[in-house]
T-cell receptor, first 115, second 112 residues
Framework: KAGVTQTPRYLIKTRGQQVTLSCSPISGHRSVSWYQQTPGQGLQFLFEYFSETQRNKGNFPGRFSGRQFSNSRSEMNVSTLELGDSALYLC??????????????FGPGTRLTVL | GQNIDQPTEMTATEGAIVQINCTYQTSGFNGLFWYQQHAGEAPTFLSYNVLDGLEEKGRFSSFLSRSKGYSYLLLKELQMKDSASYLCAFSPNAGNNRKLIWGLGTSLAVNP
């Protein structure tokens, strides 16, 4: 099966700008989760979408938002970028396939640098 | 509250065995995951334990003790390509394995 894809892979923005990241899950998966990964904080859960509805949310400010489309593709938006938003943003898809137990499969990530 | 802890760094020799420990505290628990992450790459799934005991999968095995809030990942016959960060994560909610609580990862260096 084709894996999770994320675009773009790398992004450089300046403070105050906004950014939109895209994630396409594994075909047939309906759940998409987003994470922020930094060296000091590790993997931090942002939110999870299932069938176009946000089902779980982490402890991030409202500048971080997301949505999911009917084809399960998801986008994440960060407005008014801050230097601290520089991180690797990972999305993970999961679905009840045979033999799986809601295992999450990660995409390659988007490396965001805020200058 | 919920927290999870694992050693920051470990070093081992090619061909040897290494055990990476992970301890956690939580009121709700629905399983523990181990992932491997090579530098600059995405985490890849290694194992999932929800019941006590040892699960073996080739050179990798994972153990869970729910009563002790403890898990370990055992890597045998270490190879250079096993140099990576190993992440443990637990699911605090039954029926909802997406909102995971992650450790910071253990960076394993395998030396020749």
């Amino acid at each position: 099966k084709a894996g999770v894809t994320q675009t773009p892979r790398y992004l450089i923005k300046t403070r105050g700008q906004q950014v939109t990241l895209s994630c396409s899950p594994i075909s047939g998966h309906r759940s998409v989760s987003w994470y922020q990964q930094t060296p000091g904080q590790g993997l931090q859960f942002l939110f999870e979408y299932f069938s176009e509805t946000q089902r779980n949310k982490g402890n991030f400010p409202g500048r971080f938002s997301g949505r999911q489309f009917s084809n399960s593709r998801s986008e994440m938006n960060v407005s008014t970028l801050e230097l601290g938003d520089s991180a690797l943003y990972l999305c993970a898809s999961s679905g009840r396939l045979a033999g799986d137990t809601d295992t999450q499969y990660f995409g390659p990530g988007t490396r965001l640098t805020v200058l | 509250g919920q927290n999870i802890d694992q050693p920051t760094e470990m070093t081992a020799t090619e061909g040897a065995i290494v055990q990476i420990n992970c301890t956690y505290q939580t009121s709700g628990f629905n399983g523990l995951f181990w992932y491997q992450q090579h530098a600059g790459e995405a985490p890849t799934f290694l194992s999932y334990n929800v019941l006590d005991g040892l699960e073996e999968k080739g050179r990798f095995s994972s153990f869970l003790s729910r009563s002790k809030g403890y898990s370990y990942l055992l890597l045998k016959e270490l190879q250079m390509k096993d140099s990576a960060s190993y992440l443990c994560a637990f699911s605090p909610n039954a029926g909802n394995n997406r909102k995971l609580i992650w450790g910071l990862g253990t960076s394993l260096a395998v030396n020749p």
